[in-house]
């Protein structure tokens, strides 16, 4: 990670109340690209990594049984409860929260994260990955800033001082290493993109087929 943890929820308590109206059509492109292969059931518990002012977790709340959202930035998790309260959502709840230490140990059936993950190094990914792995959701739906071809740092998608892109190579490695299946590869962008990675039923379970 380029900043700490701290520098970056001090970064986005700064930009908390902007953010809704700062994003790209990339961006936008990508999260509906989440949404739409996340696809909860109504019997589906999702977590939200790095939810910031909820674009996902809110998006998928009327169509699951509980979004539950992680982030270090409490200005954006404040954004997203207005926006839930202001939409007359009950079943979500947000809390401070990591990749890598989620601080949440109940059911999950589907994770999703949506242009967060590239704040960590490659090394921090790859076990942000195997934590989430842990958790033993059916389905990670990732959607982020990554590279499809050669890293470009004059382009829009990131800015070299604070942001650390892998490419779509090294995460497709990292899932497949955690136990996924890489079901799904999304390019929106040559630097933006959604991976979605499902847990092989017979993974933890020979006896599942
Ligand atoms: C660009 S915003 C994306 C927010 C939201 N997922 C979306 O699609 O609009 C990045 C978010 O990641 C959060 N974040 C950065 N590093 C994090 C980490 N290690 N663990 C959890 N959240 C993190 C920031 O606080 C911020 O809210």
């Keep these: 990670m380029k900043k700490s943890l701290e520098e970056h929820a001090a970064r986005f308590d700064e930009k908390a109340g902007e ?7 990339e961006y936008h492109a990508c999260a509906n690209l989440v949404v739409e292969h996340a696809a909860p059931e109504n019997d589906d ?25 992680r982030d270090i930035s409490e200005e954006m998790m404040a954004e997203a409860e207005g926006k839930a309260a202001d939409e007359g959502l009950e ?22 994260s949506n242009f967060a993950l590239h704040h960590l ?13 842990d958790l033993e959701p059916r389905k990670f739906v990732l959607g982020d800033v990554m590279f499809f071809g050669e890293p470009d740092p004059e382009a829009p998608f990131y800015s070299p001082e604070v942001d650390d892109p892998a490419t779509v190579g090294v995460l497709a490695d990292a899932f497949t290493d955690a136990g996924f299946s890489l079901t799904a590869v999304e390019r929106v962008h040559d630097q933006v993109g959604v991976l979605v990675a499902e847990r092989s039923p017979t993974a933890d379970d ?3 087929e």
């Design 19 to 25: 953010y809704d109206e700062s994003k790209s059509e």
């Design 45 to 69: 518990v999702v977590l939200d990594l790095a939810t910031g002012t909820g674009a996902i977790a809110l998006a998928l709340a009327p169509d699951a049984k509980r979004v539950v959202g």
């Design 91 to 112: 079943n979500l709840a947000f809390d401070r929260g990591t990749f890598r230490e989620p601080n949440y140990d109940g059911q999950v059936d589907l994770v999703t």
């Design 121 to 133: 190094s490659d090394e921090e990914k790859r076990e942000a990955i195997a934590v989430i792995a």
């Design 206 to 208: 020979p006896a599942a």
